[in-house]
């Protein structure tokens, strides 16, 4: 492997272990890990409940408080519909834990916590472990996106689950 092509993986992997080290519960949902390569193909998706398009609910303290997150990851699952490259997603998740790293987590309400942000950080966890099956891949020879794709569509299902929950939650408590 060319020294350019390991700097590259390297800095990739690198990237994956910085986004895994801000993000807490980082539970496994039992699925099987399978290691593959993608190169710059695009992966695509389509989310397991239609994505909602509504009116922005009023700025109740919750909406205030992670509705920039859950909006984050909202552009995320519209993205996944029309196709990323590895880079791309990677970038996106890099953005999502920004987002999530200035959520006041003190002054978050606990109602707010278990019905907006709980579900947020679940879905926050699958990409996160999207990322690092798709980064796994991308490391290690032979490994095709025909390889991964299931894994990071099961994956990316499963947030958006998870994300349709927490769109639920911020509706439910806008004032």
Not at 109 to 135: H, M, R
Request: glycine share 10%; net charge negative.
């Amino acid at each position: 492997m060319p020294v350019a092509a390991r700097f590259h993986t390297a800095g990739c992997v690198a990237l994956v272990a910085l986004l895994l080290s801000g993000c807490g519960g980082g539970g496994s949902d039992g699925a099987e890990t399978t290691a593959a390569t993608v190169t710059s193909e695009a992966v695509t998706t389509v989310p397991e409940r239609p994505i909602q398009r509504h009116e922005k609910p009023a700025a109740g303290p919750c909406q205030i408080q992670l509705g920039s997150f859950v909006a984050s990851m909202d552009s995320l699952r519209r993205r996944l519909a029309v196709g990323v490259t590895y880079d791309q997603y990677v970038a996106e998740v890099g953005g999502i834990r920004s987002t999530y790293k200035k959520i006041p987590i003190e002054r978050v309400e606990i109602d707010c916590l278990s019905a907006v942000g709980t579900p947020a950080e679940k879905a926050f966890n699958q990409y996160i472990e999207a990322a690092n099956d798709w980064g796994e891949c991308v490391s290690q020879a032979g490994c095709s996106s025909e390889t991964v794709e299931p894994v990071l569509q099961r994956r990316w299902r499963i947030a958006s689950h998870f994300l349709g929950d927490a769109d639920q939650g911020l509706n439910a408590s806008a004032p």
